[in-house]
Nanobody
Framework: QVQLVESGGGLVQAGGSLRLSCAAS?????????VGWFRQAPGKEREFVAS????????SYADFVKGRFTISRDNAKNTVYLQMNSLKPEDTAVYYC???????????WGQGTQVTVSS
């Protein structure tokens, strides 16, 4: 089973940027794999942020991040990134990456990385 490790979280002022990384180990991502980013704020449900098919052809974003966040992948590094620009205080949350076969849900999750946006 693939292990996922997120990094890149931290404290940033509103309007700033962060780039999160999700590195896979144990197994490499395959072309039939989806990799996604989710987030969970205190007292709230975990919510979808963005996803990418490892082939790179298909990406998807939640409406609240469109135009601000970009998901991408680096095949050679077996890593998926989430570039977050124009951050808002409401983006404060623990961000998780997850993976699973296309059409079969999310079977592996990382431990999460904290993102805090100050106003």
């Amino acid at each position: 089973q693939v292990q996922l490790v997120e990094s890149g979280g931290g404290l940033v002022q509103a309007g700033g940027s962060l780039r999160l990384s999700c590195a896979a180990s144990g197994r490499t991502f395959s072309t039939n794999t989806m990799v996604g980013w989710f987030r969970q704020a205190p007292g709230k449900e975990r919510e979808f942020v963005a996803s990418i098919k490892w082939s790179g052809i298909s990406t998807s974003y939640a409406d609240f991040v469109k135009g601000r966040f970009t998901i991408s992948r680096d095949n050679a590094k077996n890593t998926v990134y989430l570039q977050m620009n124009s951050l808002k205080p409401e983006d404060t949350a623990v961000y998780y990456c997850a993976t699973g076969p296309v059409g079969s849900g999310w079977s592996s999750w990382g431990q999460g990385t904290q993102v805090t946006v100050s106003s």
